[in-house]
Nanobody
Framework: VQLVESGGGLVEPGGSLRLSCVAS????????MGWYRQAPGKQRELVAE???????NYSDSVKGRFTISRENAENTVYLQMNDLKPEDTAVYYC????????????WGQGTLVNVSS
């Protein structure tokens, strides 16, 4: 199963970007799909996740600025990022879990978001 991200790039502080992630598997739905990020020299951290039942979880650092959405039937997840800050600069990874079993997890290759003036 492959997860393919798109939408990263260079943006000025205060700007917006929309990330997309599409999975190659569409016969079954992930239990959870979300976004993680990893900044240079830091650990990978959860940004936002949504489940097939509709629950959503955001990290405190992005609440009110980022919005996650999902198309369950197509295993596609989006991340709308507004009011971007330099500290949002990181490689953003798409994650899908619970596709075939409770413990499985799949990752995209990552897309770079660079917030700089």
């Amino acid at each position: 199963v492959q997860l393919v991200e798109s939408g990263g790039g260079l943006v000025e502080p205060g700007g917006s970007l929309r990330l997309s992630c599409v999975a190659s598997e569409s016969r079954f739905s992930f239990v959870g799909m979300g976004w993680y990020r990893q900044a240079p020299g830091k650990q990978r951290e959860l940004v936002a996740e949504t489940t097939s039942s509709g629950s959503i979880n955001y990290s405190d650092s992005v609440k009110g600025r980022f919005t996650i959405s999902r198309e369950n039937a197509e295993n596609t997840v989006y991340l709308q990022m507004n009011d971007l800050k330099p500290e949002d600069t990181a490689v953003y990874y798409c994650n899908g879990r619970g596709l075939f079993s409770r413990g499985d997890a799949f990752w995209g290759q990552g897309t770079l978001v660079n917030v700089s003036s």
